[in-house]
């Protein structure tokens, strides 16, 4: 009981004493990953396996960064997101489109090399996908999973007040979609393990 007592009044302290800073944030999204639209449809008959169009998103929110000893530092942040891949259908020429509009969460721990300078960073993203299971033309979209869990790392300069943030996402799970013809069934499958190079600024309040 005294340890338990112990550890508590510790972490009490350590947070009591820590120094939160808070920001608003906007980025820049450059998908890297390249996504396969395959037809898998037996009786299709134009037989196809293409990695379609990523085009450039962004995304606007909060992020908190508490610093901790050791010159490490814990950033949750809140983002919405919004980025599309998309592919045009030979058959149909139907232009198919995977909408990302998600709320992204990273929770990632930092260490301080320059004071609040210069910071290095590492974490996983929880990700929620908003906009699915959408018509275009003749086919239907029906989205696999809504949730994603990946990973971000990089780096940002503070400038006083402003923030200049560049890192990396990579993902755990995949996204994957099919889009159903609804008069001949034809099924065309989107399938990527979404990545994406963020480079973006932010203001310190």
Not at 115 to 140: I, K, T
């Amino acid at each position: 009981m005294t340890k338990l007592f112990s550890i508590a009044l510790v972490g009490a302290s350590i947070f009591a004493s820590a120094q939160v800073q808070v920001s608003g944030r906007a980025n820049l999204l450059f998908k890297t990953d390249k996504p396969n639209w395959k037809n898998i449809s037996n009786t299709a008959s134009g037989a196809y396996n293409e990695s379609g169009k990523n085009n450039a998103g962004f995304n606007f929110g909060l992020s908190a960064k508490i610093n901790l000893p050791l010159s490490l530092f814990l950033m949750p942040e809140i983002y919405y997101t919004t980025l599309k891949s998309e592919f045009t259908e030979p058959t149909t020429n139907t232009t198919l489109e995977v909408k990302s509009n998600r709320v992204d969460v990273p929770v990632l721990l930092g260490y301080n090399v320059m004071g609040d300078m210069l910071g290095v960073f590492v974490g996983p993203v929880a990700s929620y996908n908003l906009a699915s299971d959408n018509q275009f033309n003749d086919f239907r979209e029906n989205a696999k999973n809504d949730f994603t869990v990946g990973y971000q790392f990089g780096a940002q300069v503070q400038l006083q007040r402003f923030i200049i943030n560049g890192r990396y996402e990579g993902a755990f799970t995949d996204d994957q979609r099919d889009f159903i013809n609804n008069n001949t069934n034809q099924t065309i499958r989107y399938d990527s393990r979404p990545s994406m190079l963020i480079l973006g600024l932010g203001y310190k309040f």
